[in-house]
C-alpha cells in the first residue's frame, strides 16, 4: 500500500516543514535530531520538497514571492502557464514575459547544508538508507537548479555552505556557463539514479525513476537549447559571448542522448501507460485523476481536510466549471482554443465546396473525434456532476453562403447582419416565424457577459476536472485532487523527441505509437516524413529554422497528449520559436449556431471576440539576473541578453 505525504506546517530550526511523517512535534529539533536519523531527514526534506519549481495548479508566473504557492485563488487561473503563453484563452490575462526574480538560493543552502554534514551522522544508517538519503538531496538540487537554469541561463553553482562572515570576495559567486550549469543537473541527478532506492510505495517523495524523469525531462531542455539558440541572433551579447546565455550547438546531442538514456531507466520501473478504462476518452481523463495509475511516477498530493491552510489545497475545478449547475462560485475563467483543438482528429466543420457542415445535433461534433480530445475537453451535451453541458453562441435566421462569408465572427459581414444573426445573453429568446428559440447554450457563449463563466468557444477544460465533487463544493480552496509532476507518457514523448533529434527516426516512432494507440487515434503511426518546413502549426509561425515535418509531428504530439500540463510555454521557450509562435497570436474560438430555416447546426471558425492577442518578445529566452541580486553581488554580470 502506498503511504501519502500529507503537508502540514512545523517549524524547526528556521525551516519550513510540510509534511506528516508519521512524527510528533518534539519542539525546536536540532540537526543531529534531524540528521541522526531517517525520519528526522524526511522531515528536513519537507519543507524543500514544498518549495521546488513545480508548475501545478497553484503555479502562476509572475511574482516571485508567491509564484510556486499563490496565496490568492484568483491568481490560480488568472496567471496559470495556459494563460501566460495562450493555450487557455480568457478575456483579460496578460503575457508577462519579464521573469519574477526566481531565486532559490536559499533552499539550495538547506540541501548542501545536508550534502556537507549529513556523513557526520553515516555510522546511524545502513549502507543502503544512507546512500538514498544522500541521493534524495542531490535530486532536490538539480530540481531547483533546473528551475534556475531553463529561466536564466548559465547562474552560480554553488555546492557548498557559504559561510556569511566569509570575506565579501568569497560570497560573491560568479555565474557558471550555461553548459556547465546543465551538467551540474546532470550529474546531480546521474548521483541521484545511482544511489536512491527503486521502492516506489511512497509517493511525494522521490526514488531513483523520479530521478530519471527529471533527468529525461532537463537533458531535452538541455539539447534544444544547445541546437537551437544559435539562430537567436544574441551572437552579439556579452553574456552569450562568455557562454552564459546559450551552448555550443556541438553539445546538442551529448545532451539528447542523456535524455534517451534517462528514459531507458524509467521503462525499466513498474510504470505503463494508464489503460484501464475501454472508453478511451473516460480513460484519458481518468489518468489525471486515478492516485493510483501506474503511469504517475510523481505526484504532488493535496489534502482538503487540513484545516485552516488553504496551500494545501487549491481552486481548479471551481476556475473551470461553470456556474451554477456545475459550480458555486465565479465559474468557468478558461477554454481551449480552435487553434489546439485543430491538432487533434475531429470532424470536418468546412465542406469541399467551402459552405458550413451541417449537424442534426450540437453534440454531432465530437463524432469521430479523437478520444484523448474528449478526455481533454466537454463538448456539448457531455455530462459533469449530473448535469448536460450546453454550447451555442446563437442563432442564424439562414445562411445560404460559404462558411468563409461569416468572416471569422465580423458584425461587418453582410450574412452577419443583426436581422440575420441573433447573439444574445443568459436566457435570453427570440422568435422567428411564431417559433421561440433559446439564442445561447446554458453555458454560453453570452454577449452580456464578460469571461467568467462564458464558454469562449465550444468547450470547457476537462484534463484534471473532478467529476465526483459535489456542486456545491466546487468552490475556492475546495479541491484536492493531485498534480501528476511525471507520468510515463511525458517520458515516451521526450525520449521519442531526443531520439529522432539523434536520426534515429524509427526508433522515436515506436514511442509515438505507444502514445497514439491510447488516445484511440486512427492513424497510430504516421508515415515518416524528412522533407523540411520552417513553419509551425499553431498560427502557422515562421521559424527562423527548418526542421524535418516529422519532427514537428512529434513536437505537435507533444501537446496534445500534454495540453493543458502546462509544458508548452517552456517547449517554446527551448525550440526558440516563443517570439513566432507568440507574434501577434489572435485565438481562434469554435463557434456553434442553429440555423432556424433548416433545423440544423453549423460551427464556424471565429476571431475571438474581444480580438486578443498574445505576444513573446526573444527577451522570454532569459529571464534577467534578479538586479537587486546584482546589486549584491556584481560578479553576476553580464545581465542576460536584450536586457
Request: negative net charge.
Amino acid at each position: 500500500m502506498k503511504k501519502q505525504l500529507i503537508y502540514i506546517t512545523l517549524f524547526c530550526i528556521g525551516v519550513l516543514s510540510c509534511q506528516d511523517l508519521n512524527l510528533e512535534p518534539k519542539g525546536i529539533l536540532g540537526e543531529p535530531e534531524l540528521f541522526g536519523n531517517e525520519y528526522g531527514v524526511k522531515k528536513y526534506f519537507a519543507a524543500i520538497y514544498n518549495s521546488l519549481p513545480i508548475e501545478d495548479f497553484l503555479y502562476y508566473g509572475t511574482d516571485s514571492d508567491h509564484a510556486y504557492r499563490p496565496d490568492n485563488y484568483w491568481e490560480q487561473g488568472k496567471k496559470s502557464l495556459g494563460n501566460m503563453s495562450g493555450e487557455f484563452f480568457n478575456t483579460w490575462v496578460l503575457v508577462d514575459n519579464d521573469g519574477f526574480a526566481y531565486w532559490p538560493y536559499d533552499r539550495i543552502r538547506d540541501v548542501n547544508t545536508f550534502i556537507e554534514n549529513f556523513p557526520n551522522y553515516r555510522d546511524n544508517y545502513t549502507e543502503d538508507v544512507y546512500n538514498k538519503l544522500l541521493g534524495e538531496a542531490h535530486f532536490l538540487r538539480a530540481f531547483y537548479y533546473f528551475g534556475l537554469a531553463k529561466r536564466y541561463g548559465g547562474v552560480p553553482l554553488v555546492k557548498d555552505v557559504q559561510d556569511p562572515l566569509a570575506p565579501k570576495e568569497t560570497l560573491e559567486v560568479p555565474r557558471n556557463t550555461e553548459y556547465d550549469t546543465w551538467k551540474l543537473i546532470y550529474e546531480d541527478l546521474t548521483f541521484a539514479i545511482e544511489n536512491m532506492s527503486a521502492n516506489t510505495d511512497e509517493t511525494g517523495r522521490a526514488n531513483k525513476y523520479v530521478a530519471a524523469a527529471l533527468l529525461s525531462r532537463t537533458m531535452l531542455y538541455a539539447g534544444s537549447i544547445a541546437k537551437y539558440s544559435q539562430y537567436l541572433g544574441f551572437q552579439g551579447e556579452a553574456a552569450t559571448s562568455a557562454g552564459m546565455a546559450g551552448m555550443d550547438p556541438s553539445k546538442a546531442d551529448e545532451f539528447f542522448q542523456y535524455c534517451v538514456d534517462a528514459g531507458k531507466v524509467v521503462e525499466a520501473g513498474p510504470f505503463s501507460l494508464y489503460n484501464k478504462d475501454a472508453d478511451k476518452a473516460k480513460n484519458f481523463a481518468d489518468l489525471f485523476l486515478d492516485p493510483g495509475s501506474p503511469e504517475s511516477i510523481f505526484i504532488k498530493d493535496y489534502n482538503i481536510t487540513t484545516p485552516g491552510n488553504t496551500r494545501l489545497r487549491h481552486s481548479y475545478d471551481a476556475l473551470m466549471s461553470p456556474q451554477p449547475d456545475m459550480s458555486s462560485f465565479v465559474g468557468a475563467e478558461s477554454y481551449p482554443p480552435l487553434d489546439f483543438m485543430e491538432l487533434y482528429e475531429m470532424p470536418a466543420i468546412v465542406n469541399p465546396d467551402g459552405t458550413p457542415v451541417r449537424f442534426d445535433n450540437r453534440g454531432d461534433i465530437k463524432n469521430d473525434m479523437e478520444p484523448r480530445m474528449r478526455g481533454t475537453m466537454f463538448f456539448d451535451g457531455d455530462e459533469l456532476r449530473g448535469k448536460t453541458f450546453s454550447i451555442q453562441r446563437g442563432i442564424y435566421k439562414n445562411f445560404d453562403g460559404l462558411a468563409s462569408d461569416a468572416d471569422q465572427g465580423s458584425s461587418a459581414a453582410p450574412i452577419n447582419n443583426a436581422d440575420n444573426r441573433i447573439l444574445g445573453g443568459r436566457g435570453w429568446t427570440t422568435n422567428i416565424n411564431g417559433v421561440t428559440y433559446n439564442i445561447t447554450g446554458a453555458h454560453g457563449h453570452f454577449e452580456d457577459q464578460g469571461g467568467e463563466n462564458n464558454c469562449w468557444g465550444s468547450a470547457f477544460i476537462r484534463k484534471y476536472v473532478d467529476p465526483s465533487r459535489p456542486t456545491s463544493d466546487v468552490r475556492e480552496y475546495r479541491s484536492d485532487q493531485h498534480w501528476v509532476v511525471f507520468r510515463l507518457g511525458e517520458i515516451y514523448l521526450n525520449t521519442a523527441e531526443a531520439l529522432y533529434e539523434l536520426g534515429h527516426r524509427e526508433e522515436a516512432f515506436n514511442y509515438i505509437e505507444m502514445i497514439r494507440t491510447r488516445a484511440g487515434s486512427k492513424v497510430p503511426r504516421p508515415v515518416i516524413d524528412m522533407s523540411s518546413t520552417n513553419i509551425g502549426t499553431i498560427n502557422k509561425a515562421n521559424y527562423p529554422y527548418s526542421i524535418e515535418k516529422s519532427l514537428q509531428f512529434i513536437r505537435d504530439e507533444r501537446e496534445r497528449e500534454l495540453y493543458g500540463e502546462n509544458h508548452w510555454w517552456w517547449d517554446l521557450r527551448r525550440w526558440r520559436t516563443a517570439d513566432q509562435v507568440l507574434n501577434q497570436f489572435r485565438h481562434r474560438v469554435l463557434s456553434c449556431y442553429y440555423v432556424a430555416d433548416e433545423g440544423k447546426y453549423i460551427y464556424l471558425d471565429e476571431i475571438n471576440r474581444w480580438n486578443r492577442s498574445w505576444t513573446a518578445s526573444k527577451q522570454c529566452y532569459y529571464e534577467p539576473i534578479p538586479w537587486g541580486e546584482i546589486g549584491k553581488n556584481n560578479n553576476l554580470l553580464p545581465q542576460n541578453p536584450l536586457y
